[in-house]
């Protein structure tokens, strides 16, 4: 059955019951998402998410795309969840998408689909077309810059509803059930978005961007501390400018409800050859800093 609405696709997704969440310190087996999860015993009111370090492409989608692999994973935020993956060791834990953001994002609304990529196209008056879509960056990326088209054909609309219920549902799944059982254990939950960013065209140096939506999705002390945190490991942090949050800050984070949510981005520069892509000498000590800073985090806001 073909569903030309936006409605039609989210009612064929088969949605998933949420379960409890487990007492362990591995990973839940999955094919699209990396779940986590500290011991019962250390767990903190954190969760961290990594929602475009996926590096695992699957095969018909490359057999799609007209790029190189090179440049599909330049609109990675790469290796930030190996920056990450002591975080679950002291207590916090993390929900990584496995699969790439050129393939599906996951920091959009379901919504965010460009009509035209599709034959036959979708109904536009149940989509969002935001800047982010008119700009070929939708949650089905039609592009991974401007003027590189993925595809050289429209997508079968089947694509879409397959991407929606197979990728971007059972992320959001774990991530929503993750933050509820945080919530229900502590009173709270910190949900930290982590991402990379390239080097920003700016006079003065920046190494960290943090954004919680001009203060509407986490409280001023805890973005203070985040910045304190970094300053003193001696990066240059900037708050809201040019990245205040996105579409997971957002819709995470309910402060009336002690549901905090603040964007984490982190220049590639910092760890990253740019040109390679693989991790430069810095890495290491990238990689212990945003460790401690974690840590430190987990420390300073205990449990309830």
């Known amino acids: 059955m073909v569903f030309t609405s936006a409605y039609g696709l989210w009612q064929a997704f088969i949605v998933k019951k949420n379960q409890k969440l487990p007492c362990t ?10 779940i986590h999860l500290p011991s019962c015993r250390k767990r903190t009111p954190f969760l961290l ?35 990450l993956q002591y975080a679950p060791e002291n207590g916090l834990s993390l929900v990584q998408a496995l699969f790439p953001r050129s393939f599906c994002d996951v920091n959009r609304d379901w919504r965010e689909l460009d ?17 982010k879509v008119s700009a070929g960056y939708g949650v089905i990326p039609r592009c991974t810059s401007p003027g590189k088209s993925i595809y050289r054909y429209c997508l079968p609309l089947e694509e879409a509803g397959h991407r929606l219920s197979q990728y971007w549902e059972p992320y959001h ?16 939950s910190i949900l930290l978005d982590i991402h990379s960013m390239p080097p920003l065209a700016q006079s ?12 509407k999705t986490c409280s001023d002390r805890l973005i203070s501390l985040v910045e304190h945190l970094f300053l ?6 900037q708050r809201n400018t040019p990245y205040s949050g996105g579409y997971i800050t ?25 040109q390679t892509l693989q991790p430069n000498r810095h890495f ?18 205990p449990a309830p």
């Not at 799944?173 to 919530?183: G, P, S, V």
């Open 25 to 34: 310190n591995t990973a839940r087996p999955s094919s699209t998402v990396g």
């Open 49 to 83: 998410s990594s929602p475009h370090s996926g590096r695992n492409y699957p095969q018909h989608f490359l057999e799609m795309t007209v790029l190189p692999m090179t440049e599909l994973e330049r609109m990675e935020d790469r290796f930030t969840d190996q920056l």
């Open 115 to 131: 009509a035209t990529m599709f034959s036959p196209p979708l109904i536009e008056k149940d989509l969002i077309l935001s800047t």
């Open 173 to 188: 799944t774990a991530l929503q059930q993750t933050q509820k059982t945080l919530h229900a254990q502590f009173g709270a």
């Open 204 to 215: 003065r140096p920046c190494d960290v961007v943090l954004g919680n939506r001009h203060g």
């Open 232 to 237: 003193e490991k001696g990066y240059h942090v």
């Open 250 to 274: 957002g819709r995470y984070g309910q402060m009336e409800e002690n549901r905090q949510t603040l964007q984490v981005e982190i220049n590639r520069a910092c760890y990253l050859n740019l």
């Open 284 to 301: 290491e000590k990238v990689q212990k800093d945003i460790t401690d800073i974690l840590s430190e985090m987990a420390r300073t806001h």
